[in-house]
């Protein structure tokens, strides 16, 4: 996570201007939220048509000229860009006027492990944090409202605690509370009198878990927001069931080019004036309603390193319809998260954010599972000491509430996981080709 400095906002005109627009925009006509992303992204092309390296090489060689770009409809004779590009060719995103859009540079390590640098220009924080707000207010957030924001890591503390003054903003890790400390954990979200949670789903699981274990009940929170990781459903079941309310889930990128946003009716809202969302099946052409595709992103602000129809890596399922809260901004049916942590459940749909149930498991030293057909699933477990035949069993009940009762799990008690690895570890192996998923 990236610690929040006022600098990184600091133009209160456009601040307001964005907090303005964005509040009337949520309703607006389609043809009038395409009108502003036009104008958004005319902007932007420009940008990249003069002052960015990679594009004006790429789109040359392919014959391209601004003047062929009249509409959005005119974006799709781009071509994808992959991760790789960025990873290999880093500085040629950077706008050769970088400096005039003061720029912060980010480093990611993302989910395949490979190090990668984008940037964020002034702009395109606003728009980040203008288009959150806007996302927590519709769960009745209001600026200067206290949250916490709890991670399921601890790279970014120094303490158990940090209070940011700045957001009032309560900043902690999961993996610093358990049952002999809870109680304290409790005592700071009193006094600091939070209201709103925000975090990695496992991270506000592994919470609430703690305070219903322990009895506690009197710090539940109004507001609860998941960041960062695909929120699986047993997760949301539990949180939703103690807290009493819906958790408002949403997607984002480090890189600035899509967010997605969860209202209370439960509807995935693409925020269109943050970014071009595009759905996409493998042939490039867009995904039907109901249909999986690639989720490929223009990020509509960022002038310092623009990304013009990203392919993100992760999948949406399109939705042609709209939803019960009466934002007209468009949405997806469902999020399906990244694919190098994909299992495809006995329904046929592609789940991910299964080892989260394997947080609970005291009696197990490691584990991983793998996929070699569509329907069953091998689990493969070394033991711990404590380890026995209940806990197996209870493995393969959890993992079938996540992925269907038709799902075959298979477990397999061994010394070392099948597949295991010197650089990052793969919790999911899935052998599964394309073509056995269709
Ligand atoms: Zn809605």
């Not at 949406?316 to 009466?326: R, W």
Request: contains cysteine; hydrophobic residues 40%.
């Amino acid at each position: 996570m990236i610690p929040f400095k006022i600098s990184d906002f600091l133009s209160v005109r456009r601040v307001l201007h964005w907090r303005r627009l964005l509040w009337k925009s949520q309703f607006f006509p389609p043809d009038q939220l395409e009108q502003l992303q036009w104008e958004l992204v005319s902007a932007i092309l420009d940008n990249c048509f003069a002052d960015v390296p990679y594009y004006r090489e790429k789109w040359r060689l392919l014959g391209l000229s601004r003047s062929d770009f009249r509409s959005l409809a005119d974006l799709s004779r781009l071509p994808l860009i992959p991760k790789s590009d960025i990873i290999d060719g880093m500085e040629s995103f950077k706008s050769d006027r970088i400096e005039r859009y003061r720029p912060k540079s980010i480093r990611t390590a993302g989910t395949t492990g490979s190090p990668m640098q984008v940037y964020w220009d002034l702009d395109s924080n606003i728009l980040e944090l203008t288009c959150n707000w806007r996302h927590y207010s519709w769960f009745g957030y209001r600026l200067g409202t206290p949250f916490l924001d709890i991670r399921n890591f601890r790279r970014h503390l120094e303490d158990t605690w940090a209070w940011n003054w700045k957001c009032r903003g309560l900043e902690t890790s999961s993996l610093f509370w358990d049952e002999s400390n809870i109680g304290e954990c409790r005592d700071m979200l009193k006094q600091r009198r939070i209201r709103m949670w925000r975090g990695h789903p496992t991270a506000l699981g592994h919470l609430c878990r703690l305070f219903q274990n322990a009895g506690i009940d009197d710090v539940r929170p109004d507001i609860v927001v998941s960041v960062a990781e695909t929120l699986p459903k047993h997760e949301r079941r539990f949180i939703e069931d103690w807290t009493g309310r819906p958790v408002g889930d949403s997607y984002g990128l480090i890189e600035h080019t899509a967010l997605i946003c969860q209202c209370p009716a439960g509807g995935y809202h693409i925020a269109p004036e943050y970014g071009i969302v595009e759905i996409l099946r493998d042939d490039g052409t867009p995904a039907g309603p109901g249909e999986e595709g690639r989720i490929v992103a223009t990020g509509l602000h960022n002038r310092a390193f623009p990304l013009i129809r990203y392919d993100t890596g992760d999948f949406a399922v399109a939705s042609g319809e709209s939803c019960p809260c009466g934002r007209t901004l468009p949405i997806v049916k469902a999020l399906r998260g990244r694919v190098v942590d994909r299992i495809l459940d006995a329904g046929g749909n592609w789940v991910s954010g299964v080892h989260g149930l394997f947080k609970y498991y005291d009696g197990i030293r490691t584990s991983q599972v793998v996929q070699f057909e569509a329907g069953a699933l091998d689990v493969y477990l070394v033991p711990a000491r404590n380890f026995d035949d209940g806990l197996r069993a209870l493995v393969v009940s959890d993992i079938r509430r996540e992925l269907g009762e038709d799902m075959t799990i298979r477990t397999h008690i061994v010394n070392e996981v099948p597949f295991p690895s010197a650089n990052k570890f793969k919790f999911v192996v899935n052998r599964i080709g394309k073509s056995a998923a269709a």
